[in-house]
C-alpha cells in the first residue's frame, strides 16, 4: 500500500500546475554523450528557479547541454529550452483553464490507478488471513481482528492517496 501510494506521489509531482517546479523535467530522460547513455536531467545537471514561471539548468558537463535540450523538447511536455552559454532556461507557460481541467482529470485518474493498487493489496492480504484460519494457524476472533486492521489501514492510504490529489488539484486550479 505504502509502494503505491509512493508512486501516485511520484506521478502526480510531474503534473504541471502552472508554476515552476524542477520535477516537471527532473525525470525526463536525454540521450548524453552521443547517446551512449540515457540519463535523467537531474543526473546531469543542477535545476534552480530563477524565478516562478522559470527553471534553470546548470549540465555539470558543458558538452552535454544540447543533449539535454534536446532531451526535454522529445519528451513532449509542452516546455520549450532556450540554451544561454552554460544554462538552459525553461518557461514555463501559464495553463489555459481547458488544460487545467485535462490535469484535474489525469490527477483523478492517477488517485484511482493508485486506490486500485490499495485495494488489490488488502485483498492480496485478505487472502493470507483466510488461509492462515483455514490452516487453523488463527482464531476465529483474530481473523476478525486482523481484517478490520487491514481495513482500516487500507482506509488509510487511500485518505492520504485523496488528501494529496486534493492539494494538486488546488494547485492546478490556481490561478
Known amino acids: 500500500m505504502q509502494k503505491a501510494v509512493d508512486h501516485f506521489t511520484a506521478e502526480i509531482a510531474s503534473i504541471r500546475t502552472g508554476r515552476a ?94 486506490k486500485i493498487s490499495i485495494r488489490n493489496a488488502r485483498q492480496d492480504k485478505q487472502k493470507d488471513i483466510k488461509q492462515a484460519f483455514d490452516d487453523k494457524t488463527i482464531t476465529e476472533d483474530e481473523k476478525f481482528r486482523f481484517e478490520k486492521e487491514l ?3 487500507t482506509d488509510g492510504y487511500a485518505k492520504t492517496a485523496e488528501e494529496m490529489a486534493g492539494k494538486k488539484e488546488d494547485q492546478i486550479s490556481m490561478v
Open 21 to 114: 517546479v524542477p520535477s516537471l523535467v527532473e525525470d525526463i530522460v536525454c540521450p548524453a554523450y552521443g547517446g551512449q547513455q540515457r540519463l535523467k536531467v537531474k543526473e546531469l545537471a543542477g535545476i534552480t528557479l530563477s524565478d516562478a514561471q522559470t527553471l534553470v539548468i546548470t549540465p555539470w558537463d558543458n558538452s552535454i547541454i544540447g543533449d539535454i535540450r534536446k532531451g526535454i523538447l522529445e519528451a513532449n511536455v509542452g516546455l520549450t529550452p532556450i540554451l544561454e552559454s552554460a544554462l538552459i532556461r525553461v518557461p514555463v507557460p501559464p495553463l489555459t483553464g481547458e488544460r487545467r481541467e485535462e490535469y484535474i482529470k489525469l490527477v483523478k485518474s492517477k488517485l484511482e490507478e493508485c
Open 151 to 153: 481495513q482500516e489501514l
